[in-house]
Every structure is written in structure tokens, then in C-alpha cells.
């Protein structure tokens, strides 16, 4: 019988070695993130993407919360999407999820929606509150803009007539504020076909990726006749792909009510 012989080398050599075997697998590790998914299905906002998005903003809401007995001042980065009752016409609604406006306590400090218009520069409107879900149980929350964005330039979502059909493709999109391709809150993104995995009469499940950040962006399915629809509003993610959002069908009659 052939006999091993053993190495006379250190132990420590032997640990060496096997640290950098390893060091590639550490390394896709460290640069997929902790809290980040090795895959991201998102894709970043350009000419080339879809026109819709052209709808979703940044939302910046001030706001203040008492913490240790001191009050703290804050400012809460959120998503919202302008929506329009008909094509064509200028806008003036957007909607955003309730927990963004959660701190919101001083009317003097306005709201700011923010709109990438395609070509270098952006449209920015203040906007004050017209109504919300009131809680996380019903994540929603209507702004009016003190000024309408014109069609022309950014054209506003049309609301989804039913509920999404959970059987067809959805796509999610807001500013992500991971540091990926996010980029920290400064670039839109998109999960361009994603699913509805499950769904209950205020909130539906999906495996779309989202990170903080694209609260109170849209969820948008195509029509029959490819027109894109405004089908929810983006409650949580937890960025790795799963994510709730709000169908526009639990608050439809404040959408009817407010949208002109």
C-alpha cells in the first residue's frame, strides 16, 4: 500500500492557504452586501427605460419627533408618482405612502416633489396634504401640487380601473437609497417585471426588490392595450425581494374624490 506523506510545512501555512482560497468567495460576498441580494433584478432610470417613469419622483417631507425630551429635526426622503385623471392633461395629484408624512408637524416647512424631466435638469412643486390611509394598516397618502406639471412635460400615471391581476408581470420603481445602484437616494429605479405573490384587501405581497427609500412609489401593470397603470403604491421593502405595496383599489374613492 502507497503511503501520504505528511507535510513537515507549519500549521500556519496550512491556515494561510486556506484563507486565500477563500478570499474570492469573502470577496463576492463583501461586494454583494450584507443586507443586498448577490442578484439586482432593478434596473437604474435613462432615455431607454420605459416613459412612465417619467411620473415618479423624489419626495422630500420636513418634519421634527421628540426623543430623550428634546425635539429632533428631521427630513424624511421618500417616492410619490403624479397621477392623471385623463391622458393628455396636465397634473397636479400625486401619492406617496402615509408613513412618509408621519412626521410632518409644521405647515411652514413645505413638502417638495421632485420630477427628472429627461434632459439634465428637474421639475420641482411644493405640495401640501389633501388625504391619507392614517396608519400603517392603510399606507397611503394623497398631496395636491401648488402648481400642475404640464403633460408635455411629465406625463401623470392613469389609475387602475380594478386591481392588479396577480397573474400578470408588475414593475416597482422609487429612489432606493441603497448605495448600489440607488446611489444613496439620488437615481430612480426599477424592478421592470416582478410578481404579486400574495394578496389581502389592504396590502399585496411581491417579489420585487425595493430598498428604504422607494416608499410611496409606484407599482405599475400594463393594460390589455399596454397602457400603463398606476396599480399600487410601495409600502416596505426589505432588499432582498420581498415587498408590500397598497393597491390603488383600497383607496380608489379618495383617488376619485381628490383627482381632477
Known sequence: MRQCKISSRPAHWLLAALLVTALPMLSAAALAGENE?????????????PQWLR??????????????GRRRHLREDCSATLVAKRSGREADTIVTAWHCLVNY?????????????????????????LADGGGMHADWALLRLQTPVPAAQAAGLLVHPGRA?????????????????????????????????????????????????????????????GTPQL?????????????????VAAFRSAIVRHLR
Open 37 to 49: 441580494p448577490a442578484t439586482d433584478s432593478r434596473e437604474v432610470f435613462s432615455s431607454a427605460a
Open 55 to 68: 411620473a415618479v419622483g423624489q419626495l422630500q417631507v420636513p418634519g421634527s419627533a421628540y426623543s430623550e
Open 105 to 129: 408637524n409644521d405647515l411652514s416647512k413645505p413638502i417638495t416633489f421632485t420630477l427628472l424631466n429627461g434632459r439634465g435638469s428637474a421639475i420641482k412643486r411644493e405640495a401640501y396634504r
Open 165 to 225: 391581476n396577480p397573474g400578470l408581470a408588475i414593475s416597482m420603481a422609487g429612489y432606493s437609497r441603497d448605495t448600489g445602484k440607488g446611489a444613496g437616494g439620488k437615481r430612480l429605479t426599477f424592478d421592470p417585471a416582478c410578481l404579486i405573490t400574495g394578496q389581502a384587501y389592504g396590502v399585496s405581497d411581491t417579489n420585487c426588490l425595493a430598498h428604504k427609500g422607494a416608499s410611496g412609489g409606484a407599482v405599475v401593470q400594463l393594460s390589455p392595450a
Open 231 to 247: 396599480s399600487g403604491v410601495v409600502s416596505e421593502g426589505d432588499s432582498q425581494g420581498l415587498s408590500t405595496f397598497v393597491p
